[in-house]
């Protein structure tokens, strides 16, 4: 999987957890990620 075809990253924003999603051109997801908010900053 390659990330270089992200086009779109939504993120949900939660207290202490994220959802970090990436998008192709077409609206596929191509990555999807749950971080802490420590993960996020770095």
Same mark, same amino acid.
């Given at each position: 999987?390659?990330? @270089?075809? %992200?086009? @779109? %990253?939504?993120? &949900?924003l939660?207290?202490? @957890? !994220?959802?970090?999603?990436g !998008? &192709?051109? @077409? ?11 420590n993960?996020?900053?770095?």
């Open positions: 999987m390659s990330h @270089t075809n %992200i086009v @779109t %990253i939504g993120i &949900d939660g207290k202490n @957890t !994220f959802h970090v999603v !998008f &192709d051109a @077409t609206g596929a997801i191509i990555l999807r990620k749950k971080r802490s908010r993960q996020l900053e770095q």
